[in-house]
Each structure stands twice: as structure tokens, then as C-alpha cells.
């Protein structure tokens, strides 16, 4: 079956560093853009970082530039979101997600989600 599971959320205080992973099985790991994106309540979903099918480009959002890094390993079939200088304003469910040859950063783009991981920073 597609599936996207993130794991790796936790409650962590401020300044401190953090790795979300997300482990992909059922589709073709390879041919998917692969983005992180949160959501807090009554807030939009927000791009947090995303990187490319071929692998050679990252994209992110303003408000995590220099602090966060997105990586992939085609062989595990798996995507980290490496977050670092963690600020209270970072705490959201964040979500995992795959967008087939598409290297976008709206959340309509993509078709397969994971169900989120909770990260919460204290100050």
C-alpha cells in the first residue's frame, strides 16, 4: 500500500535541534519530489522545505532558511527534515509528503501524506 510514516516529533526546548524522518513504501520513491510541510490550529498549511525527485535541488520556506535541511536517501526510501535553532514558533504538526515529477511547494501538488508528527518547542 502507499504510505508515508514520519516519526521523530517531540517536545524539545529552544535552540535545540531535532530529525524528522519519513519512511516511504508502495510507490516509486524515486520519481517523487518529497516535502515537509506543518500545520498549526486555525493556521493554513505551511511549505517547510522540499527536495527534488533527481535529488540535486532543495527548496525552502522563509521562515526556516538556514536552520532547517532536507535530505533523502533513495535507497532506504526515506526523507529527514534536520531542524536546528528551534523556535517556539516551529511548533506544528508536521506532515511528510510526495509529489509525483513535480518540484513545487504548494501543498495542492502533492498526492500521498503522511498523518504528521507533533513537534512542540518550549522556551
Known amino acids: 500500500q502507499v504510505q508515508l510514516v514520519e516519526s521523530g516529533g517531540a517536545w524539545v526546548q529552544a535552540g535545540d535541534s531535532l530529525r524528522l524522518s519519513c519512511a516511504a513504501s508502495?510507490?516509486?520513491?524515486?520519481?517523487?519530489?518529497m516535502g515537509w510541510f506543518r500545520q498549526v490550529p486555525g493556521k493554513e498549511r505551511e511549505f517547510v522545505a522540499c527536495?527534488?525527485?533527481?535529488?540535486?535541488?532543495?527548496a525552502y520556506g522563509d521562515s526556516v532558511k538556514g536552520r532547517f535541511s532536507v535530505s533523502r536517501d533513495n535507497v532506504q526510501t526515506t526523507v529527514s527534515l534536520q531542524m536546528s535553532s528551534l523556535r517556539p514558533e516551529d511548533t506544528a504538526l508536521y506532515y511528510c509528503?510526495?509529489?509525483?515529477?513535480?518540484?513545487?511547494?504548494?501543498?495542492?501538488?502533492?498526492?500521498?501524506w503522511g498523518q504528521g508528527t507533533q513537534v512542540t518547542v518550549f522556551a
Open positions: 509528503a510526495a509529489s509525483y515529477l513535480k518540484y513545487r511547494s504548494r501543498a495542492s501538488e502533492y498526492q500521498i
Open positions: 508502495g510507490f516509486n520513491f524515486t520519481k517523487y519530489t
Open positions: 527536495i527534488k525527485y533527481t535529488g540535486e535541488s532543495t
